[in-house]
């Protein structure tokens, strides 16, 4: 296997990334816009200035702590999500294939311009289209823009999630209004769930308690009755999988 010079890899990344964000700026104009906002749950970057916005499918590459002067990959913060990291497993991958610590090491010592170039390198191995640094005081966070998603697709994928008072953004759910935090009344799914998984465009959590699976099976399905019962209501995710745990101890 041949070897690859790291100061120069990373040099050569840098350099390609100045030009990328060129483009990235002249095509886009990011600093036009009065606000930025990143949401991990969504995976979507959003820049915008009153009802006027633009939105990227981004990855958090990681942070540096200007008080301590060092840097987190976000594969190694337990604050990211599963899924935000396994997208930078072929960075690590790389590292280790090539040797490189700064690569493989979740957490050193490092400046400002190095993070430059790791996230550099990143958008290189991930093809992204430009990096961006949120304004921020003490703690600096690296992004690599991957692609622009159109208005229409944004909004779909935002409306796909809620804002949950105990677990910020998650995957909307819908639940009966029986179900809840305290009390076993049983747990109904229209399929099988775990934790983290996938879902096909048309489908979406639902469970419902065992009241309401007798009054369905009564009506012989779900109605306009047996709806009435189940006075289906939005949860996130995580709040599903707290009910379903409850009621059912699946893990």
Known sequence: MSQINYPKFANECLQ?????????????????????????????????TGEEEVNFKYLRVGSLSKNSNTWKWSWDNDMISPDAKEKL????????KYDFDK???GYFESSEEEAWELSAITAKLTDGIGVYRPVSEHLLVFIVVKEFVDTESAQLIKERYIECDVHDYRRIAFVCKHLNHTSKVGFEESFETHENMELEEEEDFQAWCDECEKVRQKEGGWNDKSMVFANIKLVCEQCYFEMKELNLGYK
């Open 16 to 48: 390609e990334l100045i030009e990328k964000q060129d483009v990235f700026n002249v095509e886009y104009d990011i600093d036009g816009y009065e606000n930025w906002f990143y949401n991990d749950a969504t995976g979507l970057l959003t820049f915008s």
């Open 89 to 96: 497993n072929c960075v690590r991958e790389f590292g280790e």
């Open 103 to 105: 690569l493989t090491d």
